[in-house]
């Protein structure tokens, strides 16, 4: 094992030593023409680093439900972001452009990345990613000894550049910082050929390349932070204007060539930001003391919560800073199956190691959802939520689909209020610190929420809102999901039953619309639609004798429609049907189901029964707990009189 340990240690070292370089800007020159890719700017070895991974370019009507989540548009999904980021798709490719359009040297290279949201939407963890992505990148050439770690290409005097621009392949751009400046006049003779050349990685906590800048107290705001300072201990030595007097530590400085993050940068005063004015639009930043502009190349990111940006974009005198900003909303999730990935993936890299029993998640995730939608007078929220899902909704009584853009335009700040993942972590750990059994379900988790809402800082009307949530949709909606797990534990064969009732009905409903016979398969005699069996599915959904034929018309013509357009009719493709064949179901076995989980006392047939409906329910993920449980709760709760 020891050798597998020191085999590991070797070949670390060895990849780091492919990388290292000691040599002369000569031999540097030589390398840049054989590779001109190494001499990118910042914003454009960041979006080379990006895109290495792979980008997916989703076109949405070969995926129905993307389709109807996301209309038209063409989804792109950049690999190194999949995984690591849910339901905030239109915002990373909002940030890729931005990096696509700096690389390119657009107007957006001379910008600030903005990100801007509620808390706990994940605005920090795309600034670490981001910030990592440049840690995992290969070392870059630099200026040995140079505090700004800076392109070696700008040793070349500047009435040489066009030559060497077209020997090399590249565009030279940028200028020596003072230090450098001074060390080549006065160590190498002007020499340029001969300043020594090295290489660098890119490391947050070493400071090498990415700078971070936290909110500074407003009475004590130094912008040495920023640009460094003047080594007063060096004051006696040499003049005040002289280079070897600069100290240049600054956030700026580390960050040349690579990132500079000012974290919830709108708390600081504004003349604080200024040094953002210079180092976006002329690419330079003061130098300490008396010193001349330092140029400056790197990616400056910044993001806050909404009530600093609209604080801050209310004083007009903050127009110079406000132009110099590319403006990226990032939202709470609002898709259910997204929300879902969120937590399981924050679960996966924790020590959480409880048994979560089915649709503990996702009733947790549905409650975060509703608390971000805002309210809608054509649908109720829970209907949203299911649109938002991209799950296909069709208005009662029509074959009409509901219309997400129609939702959406109706709410244009969605998803920028609500509960944070933050609130549903904790809900799910302190569920767990409370439950005797190292298991949590839905039922102790909703009761949990319930706990921790109440407690929640915000208005009464919003607080009895999300209450309403928790003690009636959310427990409504768990209740008919229990009921279709329970009813499919004591049915083989679930969907095979529920496929065949469909089937059945359509084939009726269309002789009965179009006032034709059925053939039966096995006597080949011609039969009338059954209209009590039609009737027995119908009226599961409140569907009268006289709205029967309305009913029928239009789950035949919306069959039609997706048999016209290429797509799979399954008894879940019109949500109406759907719920009546599931409640017809439900109902088959409701008398066994409601007797077999109140009884205290079971016979040997009804054991039995009850034993195998626990089985098939722990192979569909319950554990002996929870399985106790959530049939506890059905007993009490479900098929009440």
Request: glycine letters at 8%.
């Given at each position: 094992m020891a050798y597998d340990f020191e085999k590991l240690i070797k070949q670390d070292r060895n990849e780091h030593k492919q990388y290292k370089f000691d040599g002369t800007l000569l031999n540097y020159l030589a390398i840049v023409k054989d590779n001109p890719g190494i001499a990118v700017l910042a914003h454009q070895r960041m979006q080379e680093l990006l895109i290495k991974s792979g980008i997916e370019i989703i076109?949405?009507?070969?995926?129905?439900?993307?389709?109807?989540?996301?209309?038209?548009?063409?989804?792109?999904?950049?690999?190194?972001?999949?995984?690591?980021?849910?339901?905030?798709?239109?915002?990373?490719?909002?940030?890729?452009?931005?990096?696509?359009?700096?690389?390119?040297?657009?107007?957006?290279?001379?910008?600030?990345?903005?990100?801007?949201?509620?808390?706990?939407?994940?605005?920090?963890?795309?600034?670490?990613?981001?910030?990592?992505?440049?840690?995992?990148?290969?070392?870059?050439?630099?200026?040995?000894?140079?505090?700004?770690?800076?392109?070696?290409?700008?040793?070349?005097?500047?009435?040489?550049?066009?030559?060497f621009e077209e020997l090399l392949g590249v565009t030279i751009e940028g200028d020596l910082c003072p230090i450098c400046r001074y060390r080549l006049k006065h160590d190498f003779n002007g020499e340029f050929e001969r300043f020594p050349v090295t290489t660098s990685e890119f490391s947050i906590r070493s400071r090498k390349g990415i700078g971070v800048v936290p909110p500074v107290d407003p009475n004590n705001q130094d912008t040495s932070v920023l640009s460094g300072s003047v080594d007063i201990s060096k004051l006696d030595l040499y003049p005040e204007d002289d280079p070897r007097v600069l100290s240049l530590n600054g956030a700026f400085n580390v960050g040349n060539r690579g990132v500079v993050e000012f974290i919830e940068v709108f708390k600081n005063d504004v003349e604080y930001l200024h040094t953002m004015i210079t180092a976006t639009q002329e690419k330079s930043i003061p130098s300490p003391g008396k010193g001349a502009m330092i140029y400056f190349d790197g990616i400056i990111l910044a993001h806050s919560n909404e009530a600093e940006w609209n604080k801050f974009k209310s004083d007009h005198t903050n127009e110079a800073i406000l132009d110099r900003i590319v403006k990226v909303e990032v939202p709470y999730c609002l898709e259910l199956d997204e929300e879902v990935k969120i937590y399981r993936k924050v679960l996966k890299n924790s020590s959480f190691n409880a048994h979560i029993a089915p649709h503990t998640i996702e009733v947790a995730s549905m409650f975060a959802i509703l608390t971000r939608l805002t309210p809608s007078s054509k649908v109720d929220p829970f209907t949203k939520l299911k649109i938002y899902n991209?799950?296909?909704?069709?208005?009662?009584?029509?074959?009409?689909?509901?219309?997400?853009?129609?939702?959406?335009?109706?709410?244009?700040?969605?998803?920028?209020?609500?509960?944070?993942?933050?609130?549903?972590?904790?809900v799910l750990d302190n569920t767990l610190s409370e439950s005797e059994f190292n298991c949590i379900n839905p039922i102790a988790v909703i009761e949990t929420m319930v706990k921790a809402t109440k407690e929640l800082a915000i208005a009464e009307d919003e607080k009895k809102r999300y209450l309403g949530f928790l003690q009636d949709t959310i427990k409504k909606e768990y209740n008919k999901i229990l009921e279709k797990e329970v009813t499919k534990a004591f049915i083989h064969g679930y969907r095979e039953q529920a496929e065949s009732l469909f089937n059945n009905y359509l084939d009726h409903a269309e002789a009965y619309v179009n006032e034709t016979k059925l053939k039966d398969v096995n006597t080949g005699e011609e039969l009338e639609p059954d209209i009590k069996f039609m009737q027995s599915i119908e009226e599961q959904i409140g569907i009268t004798s006289t709205a029967a034929q309305g009913f029928r018309q239009d789950v035949t013509s919306y069959m039609f429609s997706i048999m016209r357009s290429g797509g799979k009719i399954e008894y879940k493709s019109y949500e109406p049907l759907k719920e009546a064949i599931e409640k017809k179901l439900t109902a088959s076995v409701k008398e066994l189901s409601r007797i077999i989980t109140q009884a205290r006392v079971r016979d040997k047939e009804q054991d039995t029964k009850y034993n195998t409906m626990v089985e098939a329910m722990k192979d569909n993920g319950y554990c002996q707990h929870c399985c106790n449980v959530v049939l506890k709760y059905a007993a009490n709760n479900l098929w009440k009189d």
């Open positions: 076109k949405t009507e070969e995926n129905p439900r993307l389709k109807r989540v996301y209309g038209n548009d063409i989804i792109k999904r950049y690999s190194f972001f999949v995984n690591k980021f849910f339901g905030i798709d239109k915002s990373i490719m909002k940030i890729m452009r931005y990096f696509h359009s700096a690389a390119m040297k657009g107007e957006e290279s001379r910008q600030v990345l903005y990100l801007v949201g509620p808390v706990g939407a994940g605005k920090s963890s795309i600034m670490e990613a981001l910030k990592q992505v440049l840690e995992m990148s290969p070392p870059i050439y630099m200026l040995k000894d140079c505090p700004m770690r800076e392109e070696p290409l700008h040793l070349i005097p500047k009435h040489l550049r066009p030559q991209g799950e296909e909704i069709v208005e009662k009584g029509s074959t009409k689909r509901m219309d997400i853009v129609e939702l959406r335009d109706e709410a244009p700040r969605e998803g920028m209020t609500g509960i944070s993942t933050r609130f549903i972590m904790k």
